[in-house]
């Protein structure tokens, strides 16, 4: 049984940065494709980023924290990162990290519906 456990959430203070861990279990890490979502209170799960299996590839970002959130990936530690520099009110969320099998194909993963695991969340509030 594949499981994502992400880590690193909690409480910070605007312009601070934080890095979120996402370890993975149970199944094959290299063979995923990884991606980081968020959810904010009262609004739809919006995709942030993914990365290619190969680690060698990324999506764009999300406009609102291109430049400051960065994507990686540990194949040897079977863990996904996202670094987070600078962070703002808006930024406050639960966030999550997928995983999706690539079969194949060239698409980028940028949709719920593309990624087969997922992890419970972590959340992430930032004060002003």
């Known amino acids: 049984q594949v499981r994502l456990v992400e880590s690193g959430g909690g409480l910070v203070r605007t312009g601070d940065s934080m890095r979120l861990s996402c370890v993975v279990s149970?199944?094959?890490?290299?063979?995923?494709?990884m991606g980081w979502f968020r959810q904010a209170p009262g609004k739809e799960r919006e995709f942030i980023v993914s990365?290619?299996?190969?680690?060698?590839?990324?999506?764009d970002y999300l406009p609102s924290v291109a430049g400051r959130f960065t994507i990686s990936r540990d194949n040897t530690k079977n863990t996904a990162y996202l670094q987070m520099n600078n962070l703002n009110p808006d930024d406050t969320a639960v966030y999550y990290c997928?995983?999706?099998?690539?079969?194949?194909?060239?698409?980028?993963?940028?949709?719920?519906?593309?990624?087969?695991?997922w992890g419970q969340g972590t959340q992430v509030t930032v004060s002003s």
């Open positions: 149970g199944g094959t890490f290299i063979r995923y494709d």
């Open positions: 997928a995983a999706g099998i690539r079969f194949g194909g060239d698409n980028d993963y940028t949709k719920e519906t593309e990624f087969h695991y």
């Open positions: 990365m290619r299996w190969s680690g060698g590839r990324t999506t």
